[in-house]
């Protein structure tokens, strides 16, 4: 279930290899292995999670990356189930709010660069 986190989320596109062509993000198994995994209570979310449609990155997370406000400086707004999860990390880490939010920001802009680039690359073709 953690692994379903925004922090996770953080942690791959970190940690994958991003020169695999149309922004495709690749994580192999040995680096998986390096992520760490956080031991949480998540029981009382399963019910909440289990029968969810998965949204952009950007919509999880509530940050508008065609926004005129770069994604660094925009205040997150996490669909409401997303944040209930990620609180239950974000409380075992003991993040502040404002890291919280920077966890959103970092996330939704490594994803905003990788499929960026990835664009760019196509139409240079």
């Not at 940690?15 to 040995?30: I, R, S, T």
């Not at 009382?44 to 999880?60: A, G, M, T």
């Not at 802009?109 to 664009?119: F, G, P, T, Y």
Request: include cysteine; charged fraction near 30%.
């Amino acid at each position: 279930m953690s692994l379903n986190c925004t922090i996770y989320m953080l942690f791959r596109e970190l940690k994958g290899f991003h020169g695999m062509g149309e922004g495709v993000l690749k994580l192999p198994v040995k680096d998986v292995k390096e992520i760490y995994f956080i031991d949480c209570e998540f029981s009382k979310l399963s019910k909440i999670l289990l029968n969810r449609n998965q949204n952009s990155i950007f919509e999880e997370c509530g940050i508008n990356p065609d926004s005129n406000i770069l994604i660094s400086n925009q205040e997150p707004h996490p669909l409401p189930d997303r944040k209930e999860l990620d609180d239950v990390v974000f409380d075992a880490l003991d993040l502040s709010e404002n890291e919280r939010k920077d966890v959103y920001r970092a996330v939704c802009q490594l994803v905003w660069d990788r499929i960026s680039k990835a664009k760019s690359v196509k139409k240079r073709k």
